[in-house]
């Protein structure tokens, strides 16, 4: 699966979320599908994603967060999914796109090209669900269900490591953190 096409099949559930995301490709994939003022693209920050959209959804506990996760940055901070599942807030949905490689630095293999299991190690940390998702239907249909129900969901695709011509966004960072910020404050907690 192309992550490009997974991002169009969900984006409709996405455009009126709380929407966390890891720097490159994925965050410029989700630029040029349609920005929101919801949108949060983590500059910089590697691995970090899936903690800064646990503390909104644990600040906001009526909104859904959504966090767009990759897997060398998920392997950079493997502990933030033992802090999901101790907190276990049920407005969190985290994607994994996994490709197995740090695509937007050059493309070098990460750890799931050699074996490791993201899902199986979400389930240990004791993620309530966990859901394997490999073609954008199946992602679909997780993300709606996810998104409906109360129960914090990691779900993790196979991706192909495939990303866009050019990660450029005409939305600098500062700008993207005050907007945010205030499209947050503006939908109260
Ligand atoms: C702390 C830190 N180390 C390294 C980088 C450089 N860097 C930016 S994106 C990236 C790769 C991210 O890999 P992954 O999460 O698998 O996403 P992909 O690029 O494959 O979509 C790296 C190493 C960074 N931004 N921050």
């Not at 959804?57 to 060398?72: E, F, I, N, T, Y």
């Amino acid at each position: 699966m192309l992550r490009a096409d997974a991002l169009r099949a969900i984006y409709p559930d996405l455009e009126d979320r709380i929407v966390v995301t890891i720097m490159g490709a994925v965050a410029a994939e989700l630029y040029t599908l349609g920005h929101r003022p919801t949108f949060f693209y983590l500059e910089h920050a590697m691995g970090l994603a899936s903690s800064m959209g646990l503390g909104i959804a644990l600040a906001m506990p009526r909104h859904k967060v959504v966090v767009l996760d990759g897997d060398g940055s998920l392997l950079m901070n493997l502990g933030a999914l033992s802090t999901l599942a101790r907190y276990r807030p049920g407005n969190l949905l985290h994607i994994v796109f996994d490709n197995e490689s740090l695509l937007s630095v050059g493309g070098f293999p990460t750890a799931t090209a050699t074996g490791t299991d993201l899902a199986g190690v979400a389930r240990a940390c004791g993620i309530p669900r966990v859901e394997e998702a490999d073609t954008p239907k199946q992602l679909k249909k997780v993300v709606v269900d996810a998104l409906a129900g109360e129960t914090l969901t990691t779900i993790v695709s196979k991706v192909e490591a495939v990303g866009p011509k050019s990660f450029h966004m005409d939305l600098p960072l500062l700008e993207n953190r005050f907007q945010f910020k205030r499209a947050l404050e503006a939908l109260g907690e």
